[in-house]
């Protein structure tokens, strides 16, 4: 049956949720305080990746660990003091780095990504916005035969999960991007992916999307939040904007959510953020590239995008608000100098992402608990982009009692909402 619903967050995993409920027949308002695609979705390296189903914490952490936590790395850095305050978080995200867990997950995000990838293409369509898809995919590319060798747990993984790779030796890699300087004797091209050239420019047409279809789209603050009446009907206090009441109320705060569960419903959730960073390059004289490369060793992912090639950073364990600290950017910026040709930077300051983490890294999609009308999607650390749309689908068979397309009990908020 049709309802009003509210959706509050405007990045890919929201407009997303808009888009799927408006087709259902709902009568959706999607709220943001800075408008669609302008926060985490903004920022990253725009790849559309089967390959994205092995989260960090998986049974190769182990082997990595005591380098990762010298926190001298561009891939990875962290504040001991953030740990210390969250040890319920970082005991149970190693907890998951096991086989069994892993297994879980990774098959749960490969589910999710496979639900997404068809709804992207059709969205980019009907958005008239086709021309910003690459069908080419992705490298990874690896200093030494060594650094290569040590990746066969994520090989066999791709692998069993049926992603298309191709190994590659170093005139194979030349073939396909002459322009990378020869560093990498080894590359794996995952075959199994697609990337765009601007992903806030994706998430913004997506929004128009929604709006030409007569969806409704509000930039505000969201102050409030309050239930009217024992259905599960909400009113939303959007500050200058006046109130909104809706019958539900969809959460797709991504790295805010936590605060705003906490400060409006005395809901608890164990979340992490891992930061990242961005800059944008010109490349020197005619060198290009013509899809995503992720430097292994160098901890950064370069990316041709409309704004120039994106340099992408790894994972910073802070606090969200936590002053920038560039040390990891400028680790990146070195490493990729040596694998490429790149010029001047195109922007006065990097750009600051959130990726919101939960300790399985598996995102929360379906009814908050405890909370009648209330539903949840969040928490997709950082496949938010290869995942919004599956979650979208997934949410809104379970809102309107259908059968979901992938397994739900996966995702229930129940696992750590409290």
Known sequence: MSSTVAVLGAGMVGVSCALELQRRGHQVTLV???????????????????????????????????????????????????????????????????????????????????????????????????????ENGWIFLYRSQAAFDAGQFGRDTLAQFGVQTEPLDAAALHALEPHLRPLFPRALWVRDAASVDSPGAVTESYARLFSARGGRLLQAPVQGLARTGPDGAWQLDLGEAGPLDAQRVVLALGPWSKGFLQQHLGLSVPMAFERGYHMHYAAEGEATLSRPVYDSAGGYVLSPMAQGLRLSTGVELTDLDAPPKLTQLDLAETAARQAFALAQRLEAQPWLGRRPTLPDSRPAIGAAPGQPGLWLAFGHQHIGFSTGPGTALLLGALMDGEAPPVPAAPFRPERFVR
């Open 32 to 134: 943001d305080r800075l408008g669609p695609g302008r926060e985490t979705s903004y920022g990253n390296a725009g790849v559309l990746a089967r390959s994205s189903l092995i989260p960090f914490n998986n049974p190769g952490l182990w082997a990595s660990l005591p380098t990762l936590l010298k926190n001298r790395t561009a891939q990875f850095r962290y504040n001991p003091a953030f740990l210390a305050r969250h040890p319920g978080w970082g005991l149970g995200f190693l907890a998951r780095a096991r086989q069994a867990p892993f297994q879980q997950t990774a098959a749960a995000l490969d589910a999710l990504i496979r639900l997404s990838q068809p709804a992207h293409r059709q969205w980019l369509a009907e958005a008239g916005q086709s021309h910003r898809l690459r």
